[in-house]
């Protein structure tokens, strides 16, 4: 079992930014397709980002040009960098993984989806206030 932590939640006013991050203990991101998806209550769980282990990226409508998906050169930290937040971006975040390398996160083709991913964090809230 993978155990996934995220990190770097809290509150923010709007306009601000927040880096998200997220590890799995004893793990590399070495192949795959991991992502953030976030929820509010009584929605569905939603993504954000994900980022295939060839580093193509994929974005919602509603982050492209805010958020940047990252790992770090070693590929034990998946990161999640978000600027100019709004009020809408309040939610809980979850980091996800798809580790077994079946799951081809390639842009254009593919579309987030969280039965897709195996491995799930606690979740790290995110508030921003207007």
């Known amino acids: 079992q993978v155990q996934m932590v995220e990190s770097g939640g809290g509150l923010v006013q709007e306009g601000g930014s927040l880096n998200l991050s997220c590890t799995a203990a004893g793990y590399t991101f070495s192949r795959g397709c991991m992502g953030w998806f976030r929820q509010t209550a009584g929605k569905e769980r939603e993504g954000v980002a994900t980022i295939d282990s060839d580093g193509s990226t994929i974005y919602a409508d509603d982050v492209k040009g805010r958020f940047t998906i990252a790992q770090d050169n070693a590929k034990t930290t998946l990161y999640l960098q978000m600027n100019d937040l709004t009020p809408e971006d309040t939610a809980m975040y979850y980091c996800?993984?798809?580790?077994?390398?079946?799951?081809?996160?390639?842009?254009?083709?593919?579309?987030?989806?969280?039965?897709?991913?195996?491995?799930w964090g606690q979740g790290t809230r995110v508030t921003v206030s207007s």
């Open positions: 996800a993984a798809e580790l077994s390398g079946f799951l081809r996160c390639a842009p254009g083709v593919y579309q987030p989806y969280p039965g897709d991913f195996d491995f």
